[in-house]
């Protein structure tokens, strides 16, 4: 099993960046892909960003691509989402996600495909 507990959210203005981190307790953190979503009020929760367990793959919607980034550091058992050049439609609560992989090197999209879920933290995009 394996805890997760996101930080790094907060209240910005349109353009500026903001990092979030997912830090992770339990053991065999580097055998979890990785992944971030958000939810919007109202609305469902979408994919976002996700990383393999080895950080060789990286997988971004859409929406966010050439502005986030998703980076993990194995060793400290924490990914991180760089957010740059923000807009008001990035409002919401971001959420990470882990998916148990063994020796799989995936990247995952899908709410459905993870089992481990942190509380989330809220950014809130200013115009």
């Known amino acids: 099993q394996v805890q997760l507990v996101e930080s790094g959210g907060g209240l910005v203005q349109a353009g500026d960046s903001v990092r979030l981190s997912c830090a992770a307790s339990?053991?065999?953190?580097?055998?979890?892909?990785v992944g971030w979503f958000r939810q919007a009020p109202g609305k469902e929760r979408e994919f976002v960003a996700s990383?393999?367990?080895?950080?060789?793959?990286?997988y971004y919607a859409d929406s966010v691509k050439g502005r986030f980034t998703i980076s993990r550091d194995n060793a400290k058992t924490t990914v991180f989402l760089q957010m740059n050049s923000l807009k008001p439609e990035d409002t919401a609560v971001y959420y990470c996600a882990a998916d148990f992989q063994w020796r799989f090197d995936r990247v995952l999209s899908d709410v459905d495909e993870y089992d481990y879920w942190g509380q989330g933290t809220e950014v809130t995009v200013s115009s």
């Open positions: 339990g053991s065999t953190f580097n055998s979890y892909a």
């Open positions: 990383i393999s367990r080895s950080a060789g793959t990286t």
